[in-house]
């Protein structure tokens, strides 16, 4: 059995079941909602041509601020786009880019377009970047995410005691929240097994600041990444 960690915050951490494997999650960040229900009013009066959802909570997280006749309203005629598969789910009517970066959203987005993007502040700011050059851009930071080293000491000693065959990290926040914490013990880069994965190269280029290298995902989905450790891990295992 492989034991493979991740660090994600409980509001989007959900049960993966892999045969034959452990899958242990520590939350080292939790998420805060910045917008309340008078901002998100303002909204639905605006008209946009497309919104962006770069997270599955971020998506719920705007829905729930919505009756649904008011949700069904506000989305119709709009084209949706979504980065990765488990954002889209629950929406209709949506486009995953070929290319789940800022690049790939850049290449399907008609130019002089007014967009709704809704985020995290601390997303990637490329994005933004490249969006504004191309279309009328309304930025939405509905959440950001916060350390929560609470129980840091009981999550530093379980991954001490614990044969870790694989770490994956989901974001560059949770990435530099797992250096900030356990540098308070060790060096943090001594808690790390050999297999590294990156959920995108954002992620992976922060761990690279670290002096970390990683495997990158091509597409920014959990379950992906966890069949990918497995492999890559069986595969390292039945080496002579």
Partial sequence: MYNILLFRPE??????????SRIINMPLTKLVVDVNKEEIDK????????IIFTSKFGYLTFKNFFSENEYTNFINGKKIIAIGEKTAEGLNNVTIPKKQTSEGIIEIIEENKKILLVRSSDGNPDIITKLRKKADLKILNLYHAEINDTNSKKMYEEIKETKIDS????????????????S?????VNLLPKLIIAIGPPTAQTLLKYGVNSYIMN??????????????????????
Avoid: H, R, W
């Avoid at 308070?184 to 943090?188: I, L, N, S, T």
């Fill in 43 to 50: 909204l639905k009066s605006e008209s946009y041509q497309y």
């Fill in 11 to 20: 509001e989007k951490n959900e049960p993966y079941n892999v045969n034959g």
């Fill in 184 to 188: 308070k013990y060790e060096k943090p």
């Fill in 167 to 182: 770490v994956i990290f989901t974001s560059s926040m949770i990435v530099n929240a797992f250096f900030k914490i356990f």
């Fill in 219 to 240: 597409k920014p989905n959990v379950k992906n990444a966890i069949e990918k450790a497995i492999e890559l891990l069986t595969i390292n295992n039945s080496k002579p």
